[in-house]
């Protein structure tokens, strides 16, 4: 049932290179380079520009791409289904996730579902910025995806798993450093250090509705370089617990008073027609967050 050519298309795009794609094919590049080539002349449009760095896509080649990727959408939906009437569990689920939930949710529940699905294929797909999660799963991209809950959920069907608290990234030299808990309050008093990436703006938001209007003296695309920068001694900032609790920098994580927290959860396009492998692997992430004990779980 799998359309070679569309494949070949796809992971093109998605890899950059023909040679990368066909390593993920376990192809040839000739391999791919044929394929592609045929779905070109097969629909009389040319989809890539070539050159040395690699191949990417003509302002028609994108359009092409988001059309086909709703037909692999389809297609492995189908397929998942037939096999689920036979009784088998099949298919492909590509999973975006935040890095924090990539690093310390999905391994548990990865190996629990491959323990009882061990024949449906897995990939994932990280990013620290909730836009980016959201395009790819508005443009099928991904089948599922775990993030915090945002104002565009709204367009998609939201399965909350847990509200993990904020805390205060402070440096070792802070007067609150030792203390139970940071005031909110006191970030008016503070040099913050936001991300720019879009991941901040539920943090500025928390604090507006405290009246804090935070004095905000460095940005960063990364949380890590954040953490460095508060390590150093440069300002404070704001992270949730799950993504600072794998982390090993000098820092201490205070818990607000008043506490605040963000809703992480599981946003799929529309869990009705959702495919069973993908009913499964949510059903399998609640029961593995519930075993494993998550904060709001």
């Known amino acids: 049932m799998e359309n070679l050519r569309y494949k070949a298309f796809v992971r093109s795009v998605e890899t950059g290179s023909f040679t990368k794609a066909a390593s993920n094919m376990s192809y040839t590049p000739a391999g791919v380079f044929r394929l592609v ?19 990417r896509l003509t302002k028609e080649g994108s359009l092409i791409y988001q059309q086909v990727k709703k037909v692999q959408f389809q297609e492995n939906n189908l397929l998942t289904l037939i096999n689920d009437i036979k009784g ?75 509200d993990d608290p904020l805390l205060a990234i402070l440096p070792q030299s802070h007067p609150y450093a030792q203390s139970a808990s940071f005031p909110i309050e006191r970030f008016k008093e503070e040099k913050l ?52 609790q794998k982390q090993s920098f000098n820092v201490q994580a205070i818990p607000l008073l008043p506490p605040q927290f963000i809703t992480m959860g599981i946003a799929v396009t529309n869990l009705e027609t959702a495919s069973p492998s993908v009913r499964k692997f949510i059903q399998v992430a609640r029961e593995t967050l519930h075993a494993e004990k998550v904060e709001g779980i």
């Open 37 to 55: 080539n045929a779905f070109e002349d097969e629909i009389g449009i040319q989809l890539f520009i070539r050159d040395n760095t690699g191949v």
């Open 88 to 162: 088998i569990t099949t298919g492909e689920i590509t999973i975006g996730a935040y890095s924090s939930i990539a690093v310390c949710w999905l391994p548990s529940i990865i190996k629990r579902f491959n323990d009882r699905f061990p024949s449906v294929i897995l990939h994932i797909w990280e990013s620290a910025n909730y836009e980016e999660l959201y395009g790819w799963l508005e443009s099928n991209i991904i089948d599922i995806c775990f993030f915090s809950r945002g104002e565009l959920d709204q367009f998609f069907d939201w399965i909350p798993l847990s």
């Open 193 to 244: 250090i936001v991300q720019s990436n879009g991941n901040d703006d539920l943090v500025i938001n928390i604090l507006q509705r405290h009246d804090v209007l935070p004095q905000i003296t460095h940005t960063t695309l990364s949380s890590l370089a954040a953490l460095s920068l508060v390590e150093k001694g440069l300002g404070v900032c704001l992270m949730n617990k799950l993504f600072i």
